[in-house]
């Protein structure tokens, strides 16, 4: 799909990581096309589906949610039922912003915002070891994040 794109449509998609307040004629200017022909370009690029959202990124100090914790998930049974009822309760779960499938010591790994260790302990206690078929998790408080939300390179 990426070689259906142009100089044109990455730059695009490059500039609208970096900045997606960036209105449609200051686009327009910063790719060298006219803003109706930009407006075009952008619209396929949305419903072709290469963007997939655009969003503000809060900053977790503001917001009281300044503690990183990355948790890796460990289910009783590998079967596709006890994965879709995992799944489904994960997604209830606020303070996950993401949740993986990966392959490896783990069947997840769950990045979880909160305001300080004694709330993951209570979030830990009270909901994440209740999740359905969770047989272990093992903690990773982030103490220094280096690089996080970086653009895509292509």
Same mark, same amino acid.
């Given at each position: 799909?990426?070689?259906?794109?142009?100089?044109?449509?990455?730059?695009?998609?490059?500039?609208?990581?970096?900045?997606?307040?960036?209105?449609?004629?200051?686009?327009?200017?910063? /790719? !060298?096309?006219?803003?109706?022909?930009? !407006?075009?370009?952008?619209?396929?690029?949305?419903?072709?589906?290469?963007?997939?959202?655009?969003?503000?990124?809060?900053?977790?100090?503001?917001?009281?949610?300044?503690?990183?914790?990355? /948790?890796?998930?460990?289910?009783?049974?590998?079967?596709?039922?006890?994965?879709?009822?995992?799944?489904?309760?994960?997604?209830?779960?606020?303070?996950?912003?993401?949740? !993986?499938?990966?392959?490896?010591?783990?069947?997840?790994?769950?990045?979880?915002?909160?305001?300080?260790?004694?709330?993951?302990?209570?979030? !830990?206690?009270?909901?994440?070891?209740?999740?359905?078929?969770?047989?272990?998790?093992?903690?990773?408080?982030?103490?220094?994040?280096?690089?996080?939300?970086?653009?895509?390179?292509?």
């Amino acid at each position: 799909m990426l070689d259906q794109l142009d100089k044109v449509d990455r730059n695009i998609l490059k500039l609208l990581q970096e900045n997606g307040r960036l209105t449609n004629a200051e686009l327009a200017d910063l /790719v !060298h096309v006219s803003p109706a022909t930009c !407006h075009r370009r952008t619209q396929r690029l949305f419903a072709e589906g290469y963007v997939a959202a655009v969003r503000a990124q809060v900053s977790p100090e503001k917001v009281n949610r300044a503690t990183l914790v990355m /948790v890796g998930v460990v289910l009783d049974r590998s079967t596709p039922q006890s994965f879709a009822d995992f799944e489904a309760a994960i997604r209830k779960l606020d303070l996950v912003i993401d949740c !993986h499938l990966v392959a490896g010591d783990f069947d997840y790994f769950l990045k979880i915002r909160v305001r300080d260790i004694s709330d993951f302990n209570r979030l !830990h206690a009270d909901r994440l070891i209740a999740l359905p078929g969770v047989r272990q998790t093992r903690t990773f408080f982030v103490m220094k994040e280096v690089k996080d939300g970086a653009p895509l390179q292509f």
